[in-house]
């Protein structure tokens, strides 16, 4: 009987401290944005004590802000000027490139990446995972792919952020009915979270 209380208790507190150890990571990273301000305007100078979640508000603020200028004609004027510059710098160059196509990708409302989940063998035949379309081979890989492939990543289990990057046959990979929440939320639980079954769909060529 003590055995099953203390199980049961796991079975609460274990997602919530993982949930509000996240949440206070998050909100500590995102506090560091109050460096930007002078000290004098820091809110452990101005309240005398420091407070949580404030800098996640500047932050937040920062972003909003950002965005609403880069909207206008003026704020254009001025990222097209800025990435003028950094594109002239060697080393940066590369970098912020890089960084910017998986950006807009992965944020952009037009973009694809992660749209959709689909079921691969990975690592050696008869194994299966979940991975997600990230788009299609370009370029020189393109001359040297016979046939349609598909770019895909490989989330590792039970951390997502890592993973494998593939290129395969698009008539080996097929596409799941599920969205990607679902699929992440099973991945992330190996597996003991099972979505709702759904019937599977080879995919089809374009």
């Known amino acids: ?9 796991l079975l609460i507190l274990v997602p919530l401290s993982i949930t509000f150890w996240v949440l206070h990571s998050v909100i ?3 506090d560091q944005s109050l460096l930007l301000l002078p000290m004098n305007w820091r809110p452990e ?3 005398g004590r420091y407070i949580p979640g404030v800098g996640t508000v500047l932050t937040l603020l920062i972003i909003f802000v950002t965005g609403l200028l880069a909207r206008n004609y003026i704020g254009n004027y001025v990222v097209a000027g800025w990435e003028s510059v950094l594109n002239r710098i060697p080393i940066v160059n590369t970098i912020y490139s890089s960084v910017k ?3 807009d990708t992965l ?3 037009t973009g694809n990446a992660f749209r959709t989940a689909v079921l691969v063998q990975y690592p050696r035949e008869g194994s299966w995972t979940i991975a997600f379309i990230t788009g299609t081979p370009g370029g020189e890989l393109k001359q040297h792919l016979p046939g349609e492939y598909v770019s895909m990543y490989v989330p590792t289990t039970p951390n997502p952020t890592s993973g494998f990057f593939l290129m395969m046959p698009k008539a080996d990979v097929i ?5 990607v929440d679902v699929a992440l939320k099973y991945i992330v639980s190996m597996g003991v979270v099972a979505p709702e079954h759904v019937p599977l769909k080879k995919m089809t060529k374009s």
């Open 101 to 103: 196509q998986v950006s």
């Open 1 to 9: 009987m003590l055995r099953k209380y203390f199980i049961t208790g």
């Open 28 to 30: 500590g990273v995102m």
């Open 175 to 179: 596409e799941l009915d599920m969205s």
């Open 107 to 109: 944020f952009s409302s």
């Open 45 to 47: 100078v101005l309240l």
